[in-house]
């Protein structure tokens, strides 16, 4: 039997998101468990919810009209409106192998994974919902073709990142707020710096992963900032390296320093107590930051693999974080150091 407390789910259903979230994502696997116990599991649902909405998005199988129809039922599902069951029922029954068996699993499972978002108090609920509607919008917006190559320019790619990154920033912040009235009085400066922390994180990926994007006929880059270094995207290819596609790389690079500087910002707005929320947000921080030094280091990679995080440093990173979290001075100082000579991410 399955123990169920009086304001939360069922320990069998803790059990069932826990595992659906290592399975899905090794690095939110690593960060969600330094949460304070009553944020793990509104965060671990809020994440999960988020990754279906993403393979709703990602599969090839369905038309536009269908990843539509699905997302706007997602959508009522979240707000108890529709049956998960039923939704996850459709859904899973059209997903192709493109799909993998973990996402497969967890759309499989939705139905307790909504259970969970049912137990949760109004003002997660609220958040939760909000985050999903608008994710869901954005994503269906950039299903729409930008362009032969890349996006129109570099608004639009601050539209997309907002859609899949920035909201989800806001979402959080709106959680750590609901559970501590300390961080809510800071609510105004936390949500205007929580986009940029997002923000920053997914723009690290959308660089580490531009050539593995571009085999997949994806490329999220903004036609703009490479005309104006003098390349042209539908040139884009692995097999050379053009400075005038570093010269466009770099400016990126440095506008994602300057989102990942505003991170930190956020990061020191969290109380220095609170060291489990500062742990989640500077362990993800870190890894961002190590990556875009690798990718500065390493202009000429041609795959996401090229750009791994040897063991040690991803260890030193967690350990340095975890001794530094509650000294803003410290933790200025390690940013600084790691940052030096990267394009945008120390302050001229």
Same mark, same amino acid.
């Given at each position: 039997?399955? *123990? ?52 709703? @998005? ?80 954005? &994503? ?29 920033? @806001? ?9 501590? =009235? ?5 609510? *105004? ?13 997914? &723009? ?32 884009? =290819? ?111």
């Amino acid at each position: 039997m399955s *123990k169920t407390s009086a304001n939360g789910p069922t320990d069998s259903d803790l059990a069932c998101q826990a595992r659906l979230l290592q399975d899905v994502s090794r690095t939110f696997a690593l960060t969600i468990p330094q949460l304070p116990h009553r944020l793990r599991w509104p965060v671990t649902n809020a994440y999960l919810l988020c990754r279906i909405a993403d393979t709703i @998005e990602d599969e090839p199988a369905l038309s536009l009209v269908q990843k539509q129809a699905f997302l706007d039922r997602f959508v009522q599902v979240i707000a108890g409106h529709e049956n998960a069951s039923l939704f996850a029922r459709d859904l899973g029954v059209l997903l192709s192998s493109s799909t993998t068996e973990h996402e497969r699993d967890l759309v499989a499972r939705c139905h307790r994974v909504i259970r969970i978002t049912a137990s949760l108090g109004s003002s997660q609920r609220g958040a939760i919902v909000r985050c999903l509607r608008i994710m869901s919008g954005g &994503m269906m917006e950039f299903q729409v073709p930008q362009g032969p190559v890349g996006l129109k320019d570099i608004s639009c790619l601050d539209r997309y990142c907002y859609y899949v990154a920035g909201v989800v920033g @806001e979402m959080i912040t709106e959680l750590f707020c609901d559970y501590s =009235a300390e961080v809510n009085k800071r609510r *105004k400066d936390l949500l205007a710096l929580s986009v940029a922390y997002a923000q920053g994180l997914q &723009m690290t990926n959308i660089l580490k992963d531009v050539w593995d994007d571009k085999r997949r006929g994806v490329c999220w880059l903004p036609r703009d900032v490479f005309r104006a270094s003098g390349f042209d995207l539908d040139r884009l =290819a692995p097999s050379e390296v053009d400075p005038k596609f570093l010269k466009g790389l770099f400016q990126l690079l440095a506008i994602t320093g300057r989102q990942l500087r505003d991170g930190l910002r956020y990061v020191l707005l969290i109380p220095a107590h609170e060291t489990g929320l500062r742990r989640y947000l500077l362990w993800s921080l870190g890894l961002s930051v190590l990556t875009l030094r690798s990718l500065y280091r390493t202009p000429s990679f041609r795959s996401g693999r090229n750009i791994k995080l040897s063991r040690l440093s991803v260890a030193a990173l967690l350990v340095l974080t975890s001794v530094l979290a509650r000294s803003d001075s410290a933790l200025k100082f390690l940013f600084t150091t790691v940052t030096r000579g990267l394009p945008g991410a120390t302050r001229q």
